[in-house]
């Protein structure tokens, strides 16, 4: 996996934690849904949780690759980072996202907590480089 630098953390948290997550249904056909980072784990994980049935999650369990965007409107810039999405079953971190959603005005509970394992990560900030990732983990 790829690690989540400082500069990009720093970002998500100037960002209220709001990020943009892109996925596809089995047939293609795109999403994208705005998203609290509950947790990120050892640099290389972004912790979600889902309070509602929704789009992202069926697309995920369908395929599971995934890009998040955090974006920087004010320096026109930021990083798409790329991976892939699972689906989180430990105790401890299920009740840190559902503390979390509580903290930020969410009612009820997470019906489930995912993470994306982070493969690339690219630039947003327009430039010939954002065609090329910054760091990969394809080789």
């Known amino acids: 996996m790829v690690k989540v630098s400082d500069e990009i953390v720093q970002l998500i948290i100037r960002q209220g ?37 929704n789009k992202t999650y069926s697309n995920i369990k369908s395929w599971s690759k995934v890009t998040v965007a955090v974006v920087d409107s004010v320096n026109r810039s930021g990083f798409q980072l790329k991976g892939e999405a699972e689906e989180i079953n430990d105790p401890e971190l299920n009740a840190q996202a559902a503390k979390k959603l509580k903290d930020i005005g969410f009612k009820g509970e997470p019906i489930r907590v995912w993470g994306v394992n982070i493969k690339e990560i690219y630039s947003i900030k327009p430039s010939e480089k954002s065609k090329e990732p910054m760091i990969s983990a394809y080789g």
């Not at 934690?17 to 056909?29: Q, T």
């Open 17 to 53: 934690n709001l990020v943009l997550v892109g996925s596809v249904d089995v047939v293609g056909i795109p999403n994208i849904s705005p998203r609290y980072v509950m947790a990120i784990l050892d640099d290389e994980k972004i912790i979600f949780a889902d309070v509602y049935l």
